[in-house]
């Protein structure tokens, strides 16, 4: 094949969830997000998302690095991880 009919390769739903939840990070407060914001973030791509969804991948994020989980279980809440927030996510700019 030479490469002239390749494509990229079509946007899970999950990796466009994970692309919402680092950029509603980005766009929050000291970067805080909660598994309520992450379901709001799903809603305006318009995937219906359960809130066992929002936690999942949340978790998912912070096992990767990319987000630091805090608080006890019943106030969960992530933050945005400074060093990985660049990479192949857009608005990884540090703050000043």
Same mark, same amino acid.
């Given at each position: ?16 969830? =994970?692309? *919402?939840? &680092?950029?509603? %990070?980005?766009? $929050?407060?000291?970067? !805080?997000?909660?598994?309520? #914001?992450?379901? /709001? =973030?799903? *809603?305006? &791509?318009?995937? %219906?998302?359960? $809130?066992?969804?929002? !936690?999942?991948?949340?978790? #998912?994020?912070? /096992? ?33």
């Amino acid at each position: 094949m030479t490469g002239n009919g390749a494509t990229a390769p079509k946007p899970t739903h999950q990796s466009m969830r =994970a692309d *919402a939840l &680092l950029a509603e %990070a980005r766009c $929050r407060p000291q970067g !805080r997000i909660t598994s309520g #914001a992450a379901r /709001a =973030a799903y *809603a305006r &791509l318009g995937l %219906a998302a359960k $809130r066992r969804t929002a !936690r999942r991948d949340l978790k #998912a994020l912070a /096992a990767e690095g990319l987000l630091t989980a805090c608080g006890p279980d019943s106030q969960r809440y992530y933050v945005a991880t400074r060093t990985r927030m660049g990479g192949s996510h857009p608005g990884g700019e540090a703050d000043g």
